[in-house]
C-alpha cells in the first residue's frame, strides 16, 4: 500500500499514449547500444504532446551485467520551466508504487511543485522499466485484475489458505507468461536508468523528488551514484533496510493508528455514522469488513463488494484526512443498508479501475512484481502462517490482511540478488520528510533513512496522512522551495504542522 499518485492517465493515453505507444517499444531489427557510453551518450529528441508538455524516450539496458540481451525504451514526459531564461536544470519525479507513472504524475505538473519551482525547473517524469509505456509487466486481463482485488486476502481456514496459495501461484505463472525478461524490473535497475536519463537530460547532477517508493528509488540512486546527487527530496520515506515482514507489520501498525485517528476525528463530527465511544466504534468497522466476509454488500456498479474490497476501500481513505476520511464517512454510513457502493469507489480509485472496466495503469502488476524483486522472501508457509498470529495481536484491524500479501513471491522465480543493505551514505545534502502519522510509510522509516544518509535533513510533518510536501504547510512547501531554488538546507531538523 505504499503509493502516491493523481489521476489522468487516461487523458494522457487519449491526447498522445495511443499515438505514440509504438514508439516506445524496440522495433524488430533496431540495434541496442553497443556499450556503456553508448548508452550515456544519448541525447533526447522530444516532440510536443498535448500541447504543454513534451514527450521523448532513451533505452536502457535490460541487463547492465549483460548488455547483449538488448533494451528497454523508458518514456519520459517533460513539463518546460516557465522561465526558461533562468532555469536551473530538470527536477525528475517519481510519485511512489511500486508501480506509480511518472508521466501521470507529471500531467499534473501545477499540483506538485509551487510556481516557482515550475519557473525555474523543467518538471520531468518518466514511467519506469516494467510501468505504463516502458515496456509495461503484464500478469492479467482486466477482469482477472477484478477477481484479484476482490478475492479472499486473509485465509480463516485450510481451504481458504488453498484458495489463497492456488490463486497466487497462478498470478506468478501469468506473469511469467505474459512478460519477457521478468527479472530485469527491480529498483536497482532503475536507479541506474535515472542516471542515464541524467545524462540524456544533460544535467551534471540529478535534481529529484521522490514520494513513498520514489524515496526507496531515490536511495537506491544516492548509494550507486552519490557524487552525482544534486537536489534531492525524499517525502514519505522508506527505510531501505527493513525486510519485507518487517514492512507489512509495520504498515499494519500504521494503518491501526491511522483508523484509531480517524474515528477519534468522526465522534467529534455531528455526522459521524459510529457508535460511542471509540472501542465500540472500531468494533463497528471490524463487524462489517466480516459482514462483507459473510455476504459481499451490493452495489450501485452492479459488482459484489467483498470483505477484501471494504478492507481496500477503507484503507484507500486514510492516505488523506482531508479528502480520504470525509468518503469513508459516508461509505460506513451507507454500507449500514447493505449498499457498499462508496467503498468501491474508494477502491475503484486506488486501483485506478474506469468506469467501463478497463485500468488506467498497470501497477497492480506492477507492483506485485517490482517487490518480490527487490525484496526477496524465502518463507515457508508455515514461517507465513506463524506470522500472520503475531501481526494480529499488534495490528489486530489491518494486520491480519497485511500478514500475506508477499505471499505471490514465494512461487517468483528464483530471484539471485539480495536485498541491498546500505549502512551509510555520504552525499551532497538532501531533504528527508516524514509526516509523524504516515499510514502507509511510518514516520521510523524516514528517521531510520535519515541516520542513513549523512548530511540529510529531517522535516517531521506534524500530521495524518501520506507525505508531507505540497499538503498545504508553509513550513514543509517553503523549506523544500528555497532548498531547491537556493540549495540552502534548513539550519536543523524542522518539525511542521499542517
Given at each position: ?387 500472520a498470529a503475531a501481526f494480529a495481536i499488534k495490528a489486530p484491524i489491518f494486520g491480519p ?98
Amino acid at each position: 500500500m505504499r503509493k502516491k499518485g493523481l489521476k489522468g492517465f487516461l487523458a494522457i493515453l487519449t491526447v498522445f499514449g495511443l499515438l505514440l505507444a509504438s514508439t516506445y517499444l524496440l522495433k524488430r531489427g533496431e540495434a541496442s547500444p553497443a556499450s556503456l557510453k553508448a548508452y550515456q551518450s544519448q541525447k533526447i529528441t522530444w516532440s510536443s504532446c498535448n500541447s504543454t508538455f513534451e514527450c521523448g524516450v532513451i533505452k536502457v539496458p535490460i541487463d547492465y551485467t549483460n548488455l547483449a540481451l538488448g533494451a528497454f525504451k523508458v518514456a519520459l514526459m517533460k513539463y518546460p520551466a516557465t522561465d526558461q531564461a533562468h532555469k536551473l536544470g530538470s527536477l525528475l519525479v517519481n510519485p511512489g508504487g511500486p508501480g506509480g507513472s511518472g508521466i501521470e504524475y507529471v500531467f499534473n505538473a501545477e499540483y506538485i511543485v509551487s510556481p516557482d519551482i515550475l519557473a525555474r525547473y523543467d518538471l520531468v517524469g518518466f514511467d519506469p522499466r516494467g510501468v505504463g509505456l516502458s515496456t509495461p509487466i503484464h500478469c492479467l486481463t482486466d477482469k482477472e485484475t477484478d477477481a484479484n482485488y476482490a478475492a479472499d486476502s486473509k485465509p480463516d481456514n485450510l481451504k481458504e489458505l488453498q484458495t489463497l496459495l492456488s490463486n497466487s501461484h497462478k498470478y506468478i505463472t501469468e506473469c511469467e507468461a505474459r512478460t519477457k525478461n521478468l527479472m530485469h524490473f527491480g529498483t536497482a535497475d532503475v536507479a541506474r536508468d535515472m542516471d542515464l536519463i541524467r545524462s540524456a537530460l544533460g544535467d551534471k547532477k540529478l535534481n529529484y523528488l521522490g514520494k513513498s517508493y520514489g524515496t526507496y528509488l531515490g536511495t537506491l540512486y544516492a548509494q550507486f551514484f552519490p557524487h552525482n546527487v544534486g537536489r534531492m527530496i525524499l517525502d514519505g520515506a522508506i527505510d531501505p533496510n527493513i525486510s519485507s515482514p518487517e514492512q507489512n507489520l509495520t504498515q499494519a501498525v500504521g494503518f491501526d493508528h491511522a483508523l484509531k485517528a480517524f474515528v477519534a476525528d468522526c465522534l467529534r463530527r455531528s455526522d459521524c455514522p459510529l457508535p460511542t465511544p471509540a472501542s465500540k466504534a472500531i468494533a463497528r468497522i471490524i463487524a462489517t469488513f466480516h459482514k462483507a466476509a459473510i455476504k459481499p454488500f451490493t452495489s450501485q456498479q452492479k459488482r459484489p463488494v467483498t470483505e477484501s474490497l471494504v478492507v481496500l476501500g477503507t484503507a484507500t481513505a486514510l492516505y488523506d484526512s482531508a479528502t480520504g476520511w470525509p468518503q469513508l464517512r459516508t461509505a460506513l454510513k451507507q454500507v449500514q443498508t447493505g449498499d457498499g457502493s462508496a467503498f468501491l469507489d474508494l477502491t475503484d480509485q486506488y486501483t485506478q479501475r474506469n468506469p467501463n472496466g478497463t485500468y488506467g495503469s498497470n501497477e497492480g502488476d506492477a507492483a506485485l512484481v517490482i517487490d518480490c524483486l527487490d525484496w526477496p522472501y524465502p518463507r515457508t508457509v508455515a514461517q507465513i502462517k506463524t506470522a500472520a498470529a503475531a501481526f494480529a495481536i499488534k495490528a489486530p484491524i489491518f494486520g491480519p490482511y497485511l500478514a500475506y500479501s508477499a505471499l505471490a513471491c514465494q512461487f517468483f522465480p528464483k530471484v539471485t540478488q539480495t536485498t541491498i543493505h546500505i549502512s551509510k551514505i555520504t552525499t551532497t545534502p538532501i531533504i528527508i520528510i516524514g509526516t509523524t502519522r504516515d499510514p502507509a510509510t511510518p514516520y521510523q522509516w524516514a528517521l531510520g533513512l535519515h541516520a542513513i544518509i549523512q548530511n540529510s535533513r529531517l522535516i517531521s510533518l506534524n500530521a495524518d496522512g501520506h507525505t508531507g510536501q505540497g499538503r498545504g504547510s508553509v513550513c514543509v512547501d517553503s523549506a523544500v522551495d528555497r532548498y531547491l531554488l537556493t540549495g540552502a538546507l534548513p539550519a536543523k531538523d524542522l518539525a511542521c504542522l499542517l
